[in-house]
């Protein structure tokens, strides 16, 4: 399948005593299917997939199949240090009903190109489905250049949509498609969507992300696709305060959990330790900003 449009990161809501919130799950599945993004992935980082159990893992990608009910694709994050347990998970989300794995290459010392094309091209030839690469170097502490990026969809076909996560963006998306000629690579940008507008320009196919107000993402891609980049634009800076206020390294979950508890979605923005959670100035701090974005930008749909 081709991977275009707006897919978002579903985080993983907790109750107070640390236990999954199903019903409030369900609820964030809603609010993002609602929205009319292209897609939904589970158990990213924003998911917290790290402070996840196994069980819990399986518990949350089918929560969210479920939810879903084929309405829409889901992608689940299947990373792990080891070709053989990445593939273990990554067969598990299919026989789940997964469209697609999203995966980091492993991480392991002294880590080189080789073992990251046949990490990929091991995965490849066990799956039926798409896998997504996952660039992002905090995670697995290796950084893909283009060119092996490049190689990596050149040789392993179901490999072809890339999630890029290490700056500067728009430039590696340039560059990426510059050595992916003759034949089709989707790149889907991340890091809040920070960086939409910019990487649209150089080539994305969208965002792979998890903004709290998804229809922010939806509204810039469609206007961008439909030609109308000046109103693309247009909406995606007004919509700039809350993304960058959102993306604040170390508190950045905790903050999208908030805003979500505001929409409804959300029962507790509970984050798990040693994740941490908002201090009364930070919260009071985002109730300015959502209040500005509403009665200055004209946001109607922001919650305050």
């Given at each position: ?76 994050g299947t990373s792990a240090d080891g070709s053989m347990v990445c593939i273990q ?108 507008i910019e990487e649209l320009l150089a080539g994305a196919a969208g965002a792979m ?92 749909w922001i919650s305050v």
């Amino acid at each position: 399948m081709k991977f275009r449009g707006v897919y978002s990161v579903l985080p993983t809501p907790f109750r107070g005593d640390g236990s999954i919130d199903i019903p409030s799950l369900e609820r964030v599945v809603d609010l993002y299917a609602g929205a009319g993004v292209n897609g939904l992935t589970a158990l990213g980082v924003t998911s917290e997939v790290a402070r996840l159990e196994e069980g819990e893992r399986h518990q949350v990608l089918e929560t969210v199949i479920r939810r879903v009910g084929g309405k829409l694709p889901v992608v689940a994050g299947t990373s792990a240090d080891g070709s053989m347990v990445c593939i273990q998970n990554s067969l598990r989300a299919q026989a789940a009903g997964a469209a697609a794995v999203m995966v980091s290459p492993p991480r392991m010392p002294k880590l080189n190109s080789e073992a990251v094309v046949n990490h990929y091209a091991s995965l490849g030839a066990t799956l039926d489905i798409d896998i997504v690469v996952q660039d992002y170097p905090p995670q697995s502490g290796y950084t893909m250049e283009p060119a092996l990026l490049a190689r990596i969809a050149r040789e392993v076909p179901k490999a072809r949509t890339i999630k890029l996560e290490d700056p500067p963006t728009p430039l590696k998306t340039s560059r990426i498609l510059e050595a992916c000629k003759g034949y089709e690579v989707n790149i889907l940008g991340g890091l809040g969507g920070v960086y939409l507008i910019e990487e649209l320009l150089a080539g994305a196919a969208g965002a792979m992300t998890g903004f709290a107000y998804p229809e922010m993402l939806v509204e810039v891609v469609k206007l961008y696709n439909a030609g109308d980049v000046n109103r693309a634009a247009d909406a995606f800076y007004r919509y700039v305060p809350l993304m960058r206020f959102e993306f604040q390294q170390g508190i950045g979950m905790a903050l999208r959990k908030e805003v979500l508890r505001r929409r409804g979605a959300i029962a507790e923005a509970v984050i798990r330790a040693p994740g941490v959670s908002l201090d009364a100035r930070t919260s009071d701090a985002l109730d300015h900003l959502l209040h500005w974005m509403r009665e200055k930008q004209g946001v109607e749909w922001i919650s305050v």
